[in-house]
């Protein structure tokens, strides 16, 4: 026989999953949660009314939003529950001095650009596009960042539509 | 030499453009790494991580750029520089605007000091020769013991005075700590080599005025410019700064006095290509019009000339006899004598490295009787203000060194970024010297022709992971300082030469700490030693563990070192804060200016701030020669060999003397005349090519008593019928994956000997020349020189330049709508009276930009992908080049930014269109490639990617993450540095203020050293683009076609423009 059975499995499951691909994974609205090197819980923060900005601090100088460096996590987890088994392996790579290897969540391909400062300072919420990561355990994409969203947004407050000089150059 | 050139890397280009496949085992490996390279800027749809600092640095904060002052020492120059640092990745150099030398501008060269820092061809680690002489990996604790094991060999066979140390020019506290270890170990003091040391320069000083000094020259002062082929604009001495100077004295843009410049040689050089007149000379008889000159200037200003002994009192012909020698008419002669006479101060310039002869030291003395005589010694001749470079040693030290090399004299070498082999006549035999030598250590960044015959390699780290200081003139300082951590394995080689010293115990250390006021501390064991400090306060992510130093600990690194010794001579008695505050304004600053050195460097001196010229005080001396003898000096020199021809070996900007050959910017940047990429050519005059039945591409084979060597034909009307010239610094044949095995050096045809004042003669030889029959296609980025009244370059009279006379036609009206631009409308002015055709600006497009670079294979099909190119245009229709009056024009041609732009019209995807800030966007994204825009453009400004493009690593570190990497398929062009236009507009708005006009430099505009280019908002009545566009002389090209470009372009200005056959000609104002 030229297709043997094993043949056509095969091809019925390639194309399964572009099928999965193309009309549900590629269009779901968000994406799932990464485990990180650390399990750390945005919520527990966010309910002690720690403010994003508190450890993103970089948020309004800078295009990144910034990642707190290890020594402010240690700054109060040096005393606060330094037995924890997580906050025991924040104490292992500060003992180590070496960086969180945190695993990227949100996430825009290089021909945009998309600098934080500008839209802290028009005063746009973090959650907007982020999502109410104050809520959420383990971070994940609520917010699909499609061209889409960014033009609703941006028309929605009058903000600049330039194709080229706004986002891609 | 093979019949088309190919480097190293256009080899992986080809496997890359021919899909990759076949490969054999060395193929795939390479070209693995090209995919690994594209694979990582292919934009699929990863995640990876996020690293946070571990300890924050206040000075950083992640994704906003630093920027760092530090020096460039792509030259010997010593340019202040600014190495902009995208989180811990120096991407970009720019000029120190503090630094009072190049004030904010750099050359190409300097602009390509990145593509050395990511040089993918540097050492990894240290290196050793194996039994099979191979260069092989090591470690640092092996190679520094075998080192070790050598110095102590040296030491007991009691040799140290044998013992060698060449390299490049160092001053300042290396150059001390140098000497003092050199002299701690009974080593003699090192020789700097330099391959242009300006011997003829320095020997005619020592004679004329008894200092052996390159002087510094002040062109801003000097109201008329003569120079016998030296080479300021491009290689010579100090070029930006020179170049900088010469715009403000001659340029119509920033004097309406302009000076006169009138350029000697056998050929048209870059720097010549700015003259007013250009003087066809015989080769050799250089001294002879110097002393026609003389004699001329001398009667009409009614003055003696006072020549030094031993210099042939006179003519000893007359001057019609003379003019029959040289081929210079009298009467031109005497032109410029009266002008010469009229105009002062004035410059007479010494002969030019290409044009170094038997009779250049003759030429240099009386040329310095002319200066003299004139007062230009004080005034635009500084010889209280030397250049380093009057440090470095003659070329006849350095082959007295490999003439004892050959005895088996030399035990021990020790090499530091020189290159000898390459940069000595080949005749000169240095490899047979080197190979004699026992030990050889090289403390090379990466391989090239002397250090293939190294034993040892100790990489050193480049000069942008490095600290240091470098005084390119007395009382000026320029301080070094890291950009980033190594990107190799590689050590300070200071830091080397301190740990060797502290092993060698306080005996040795004790005299080189001495100088810092330091006791001789213990030494460390060889894994840890000169590791770490000096990374201390650079940006690093994530960050060493926090280094703490004491000093005594701290004096195994240089960075202790330097810091101890300028706290010492900063404030020699305060605090420690206060000495630490002192030294973090000084790299802040980047520049220590004494007043020792300010009247040599001051922009704009008021006028007789130098009192009376000094050359009446200066004392005269007696020319000696090697054994005491005063040498002959000739009025015309003689040619060794029996060809026709003669041979003048020209540097050219990109390359200097071959070191930045292997740089892919250096490569496929155009050179300014020729515009031929990644090929070396012999340059003759269509003349000569009728009679050698040579045409374009045309292989020759040219032969000397000392060598020969094939050179496909550059035929080119701006070089006289019997001589030809070549370009110095391609032909390596060890130097990495740009420069291997591209084009042939001239240095195989020069003679080994040297002239009366120890330095090579690049012009010493007669050549005979038979054409092989052979030819190669030439990767030459611009075949149209003549402009056929296309009204490209224009050029109009100074007389004329501010009347309406030179006014353009105005654009057509057009019923069409114009796009609307409510803020802003960006648009950019360039003085062509200002542009030199340096290429400075395109080397920053190229690294501003993410320009890919495409190898040879595409350049020969015109497929490169430079942004901005420079036009060079000889003459136009109605005014036809002369070889008195060459009338070069370039023209730097960016996208003009249409305001009715044909690019946009035909996109079917709308990936070209318009902004409303007036720019003509392209897309990458959106673009699909139908090359439609490209077609209907018609500045030729677009350009396509037709291949993936490549960055071998680590140069893929050199990326500008402002901008996007494009990939295969996609158009892509100049966008007025739209980043740099965003992130201005972006800091206004954070900061809630207008944007200010000069706010936003584009890369071409900040680096170009005669501020020929000029951004700004034409919206804005008031801005200086603006106010230039209303210039007279302001013209858009193609205005008959309705584009409405938003570059304005300021006509050339000449004394003179080349009338037609039978129309008079206007004469120059005297």
Redesign the interface.
Same mark, same amino acid.
């Given at each position: 026989m030229f297709f043997s059975l094993r043949h056509l499995f095969y091809l019925a499951a390639v194309l399964l999953g572009v099928f999965l691909w193309i009309f549900y994974f590629q269009d779901m609205p968000y994406r799932s949660a990464?485990r990180q090197p650390i399990s750390f819980s945005h919520r527990i923060h966010y309910e002690r009314q720690i403010a994003c900005i508190f450890c993103h601090a970089?948020v309004a /100088?800078?295009?990144?939003a910034?990642?707190?460096?290890?020594? /402010?996590c240690m700054g109060c987890h040096r005393e606060v529950i330094p037995y924890y088994p997580d906050v025991a392996k924040l104490h292992r790579?500060?003992r180590e001095? /070496?960086?969180?290897?945190?695993?990227?969540?949100f996430?825009i391909?290089?021909?945009?650009?998309f600098?934080h400062?500008?839209h802290i300072?028009a005063g746009v919420q973090c959650g907007v596009c982020h999502g109410d990561v104050g809520h959420e355990n383990r971070v994940f994409e609520v917010v699909n960042f499609n061209m889409g969203t960014c033009i609703t947004c941006h028309r929605a407050y009058g903000a600049r539509t330039?194709?080229?000089?706004a986002c891609?150059? | 030499m093979p019949d088309d050139p190919r480097s190293p890397f256009d080899e992986l280009v080809q496997i890359r453009n021919a899909g990759g496949a076949p490969l054999d085992r060395r193929d795939f490996l390479k070209a693995g790494g090209a995919a690994a390279a594209g694979g990582a800027l292919a934009?699929c749809?990863t995640?990876?991580?996020?690293?946070?600092?571990?300890?924050?640095d206040n000075r950083y904060? &992640?994704?906003?750029p630093q920027h760092y002052a530090t020096v460039c020492r792509e030259c010997p120059a010593g340019c202040g520089m600014h190495i902009r640092v995208n989180d811990a990745r120096p991407t970009k150099p720019e000029g120190n605007p503090r630094h009072p030398l190049n004030r904010g501008k750099l050359c190409m060269r300097g602009q390509s000091a990145v593509q050395g820092l990511y040089n993918p061809d540097r050492f990894p680690q240290p290196m050793r020769r194996d039994q099979h002489g191979r260069l092989v990996v090591t470690t640092w604790p092996e190679a520094l013991a075998m080192l070790q094991q050598q110095m102590r060999q040296v030491a007991l066979a009691g040799r140290q005075a044998d013992v060698v140390w060449l390299g490049r020019l160092e001053t300042g506290t290396l150059d001390q700590l140098l000497r003092d270890w050199l002299a701690a170990f009974g080593y003699p003091a090192p020789l700097y080599y330099e391959a242009f040391a300006y011997e003829a320069v320095r020997e005619a000083n020592r004679v004329s005025f008894g200092q052996d000094v390159v002087p510094y020259y002040r062109f801003d002062r000097a109201k008329m410019v003569v120079g016998f082929g030296a080479e300021f604009l491009q290689t010579w001495v100090s070029n930006v700064q020179f170049a900088t100077d010469w715009a403000m004295g001659h340029s119509y843009g920033h004097t309406h006095d302009p000076a006169y410049f009138i350029n000697i040689g056998p050929r048209v050089t870059m720097t010549g290509a700015n003259a007013d007149e250009h003087w066809q000379l015989r080769p050799g008889t250089e001294a002879l019009l110097a002393m026609a000159l003389a004699e001329r200037v001398a009667f009409h200003a009614g003055q003696t000339l006072h020549l030094p002994a031993g210099v042939p009192p006179g003519l000893g012909m007359s001057q019609s006899a003379a003019a029959e020698r040289t081929e210079i008419p009298a009467d031109v002669v005497d032109t410029a004598a009266q002008r010469l006479a009229r105009n002062r101060p004035s410059l007479l310039l010494p002969v030019g490295y290409g044009n170094l002869n038997a009779a250049a030291l003759t030429a240099n003395l009386v040329l310095n009787a002319v200066n003299a005589m004139l007062g230009n010694i004080g005034a635009t001749i500084l010889l209280h203000h030397p250049h380093a470079l009057s440090g470095a040693a003659r070329a006849r030290d350095v082959a007295a060194v490999f003439e004892r090399a050959h005895g088996g004299q030399v035990p021990l070498l020790f090499l530091h970024h020189a290159n000898p082999v390459f940069n000595f006549p080949a005749a000169a035999t240095v490899p047979a010297a080197l190979s004699k030598i026992p030990f050889i250590v090289s403390f090379g960044w990466w391989r090239d022709e002397t250090t293939k015959y190294a034993h040892l390699v100790l990489p050193d780290n480049y000069p942008l992971e490095s600290w240091g200081d470098y005084a390119p003139i007395p009382g000026l300082t320029g301080i070094l300082q890291p950009g980033r951590r190594p990107v190799f394995d590689t050590r300070p080689t200071p830091d080397v030469l301190l740990w060797l010293a502290a092993q060698a115990g306080p005996a040795v250390q004790g005299p080189i700490l001495h100088r810092i006021e330091m006791p001789p501390v213990a030494a460390l064991p060889a894994d840890v030693a000169p590791v770490g400090s000096n990374w201390q306060q650079s940006p690093s992510? &994530?960050? &060493?563990?926090p280094l703490t130093y004491d000093p005594p600990a701290a004096i195994h690194s240089f960075d202790a070192y330097l810091r101890r010794a300028w706290q010492l001579r900063l404030a020699p008695n305060a605090p420690p804060a206060e000495q630490a505050a002192a030294w973090r304004n000084l790299l802040m600053a980047g520049v220590h200016l004494t007043t020792e050195a300010e009247p040599a460097v001051a922009t704009e001196p008021p006028p007789g701030r130098l009192g009376p010229p000094i050359n009446e005080t200066l004392p005269t001396t007696t020319l000696e020669g090697p054994n005491g003898d005063p040498p002959p000096l000739p009025l015309e020199a003689e040619f060794e060999g029996s060809g026709d021809f003669y041979l003048t070996s020209f540097p050219v900007v990109q390359f200097f003397d071959g070191r930045q050959a292997n740089r892919s910017w250096m490569q496929e940047i155009a050179d300014p005349l020729s515009k031929l990429v990644w090929d070396s050519w012999v340059q003759i005059h269509p003349d000569t090519g009728w009679r050698l039945h040579a045409a374009e591409g045309s292989i020759l084979r040219l032969e000397t008593p000392y060598g020969h060597g094939e050179w496909p034909v550059h035929l080119d009307s701006f070089i006289r019928p019997d001589t030809l010239g070549i370009p110095i610094g391609q032909g390596h044949r060890d130097f990495g994956m740009f420069a291997t095995d591209v084009g042939e050096a001239p240095q195989r045809l020069w003679t080994p000997r040297l002239d009366a004042a120890g330095g090579p003669i690049p012009m010493g030889v007669k050549v005979k020349v038979t054409n092989t029959g052979k030819t190669r296609p030439m990767a030459n980025l611009q075949l149209e020189h003549w402009q056929r009244d296309k009204r490209i370059a224009q050029a109009c009279l100074i007389s004329q330049a501010g009347t309406p006379a030179v006014r353009d036609k105005e654009p057509r009206a057009t019923f069409y709508a114009f796009h609307p631009t409510p803020v802003h409308r960006w648009g950019m002015a360039v003085d062509l009276s200002s542009c030199i055709g340096c290429n400075a600006c395109q080397a920053a497009c190229y690294a501003e930009n993410n320009v890919p670079v495409m190898g040879r294979s595409s350049c020969l099909s015109y497929r490169e992908m430079t942004w901005l190119r420079i036009e060079t245009y000889a003459g136009d229709a109605w005014h036809p080049p002369t070889t008195m009056n060459p009338d070069i024009r370039f023209l730097p041609m960016p996208c003009q930014q249409c305001g009715n732009a044909p690019c946009e019209y035909v996109c079917p995807v709308f990936a070209a269109?318009h902004?409303? +800030?007036g720019?003509n $966007?392209?897309?990458?994204?959106?673009c699909i490639g139908t090359r439609y825009c490209s077609n209907n453009c018609i500045y030729k400004v677009r350009r396509f990617n037709w291949y993936t493009p490549m960055w071998p690593k680590p140069l893929d570190q050199q990326l500008n993450p $402002?901008?996007?990497?494009r990939s295969k398929g996609v158009m892509e062009k100049c966008?007025f540095c739209?980043?740099r236009? +965003?992130q201005a507009e972006?800091t206004a708005? $954070?900061q809630d203020r207008p944007l200010r006009d000069g706010e936003i430099q584009t890369a071409c505009m900040q680096t170009c050293p005669t501020e020929a280019i000029v951004f700004g908002d034409l919206k804005d009545p008031n801005s200086r683009v603006s106010q230039l566009h209303q210039q007279d002389r302001g013209y858009r090209l193609f205005w008959e076609e309705n584009t409405f470009p938003a570059v304005t372009y300021l006509k050339r200005t000449k004394f003179v423009l080349n009338g037609l056959a039978g129309q008079p000609n206007p004469e120059p104002p005297l």
């Open positions: 990464p970089d /100088k800078s295009a990144y910034g990642m707190p460096p290890v020594l /402010k790579y500060w001095q /070496k960086p969180i290897p945190w695993v990227r969540v996430w391909p290089q021909y945009v650009h600098p400062q500008p300072l330039d194709c080229f000089q891609h150059h | 934009g749809r995640t990876g991580h996020i690293l946070p600092l571990v300890v924050p904060i &992640p994704g906003v992510l &994530p960050n &060493p563990t269109y902004t409303d +800030e720019l $966007a392209q897309i990458y994204n959106r $402002a901008v996007t990497v966008t739209v980043q236009i +965003e972006l708005k $954070a």
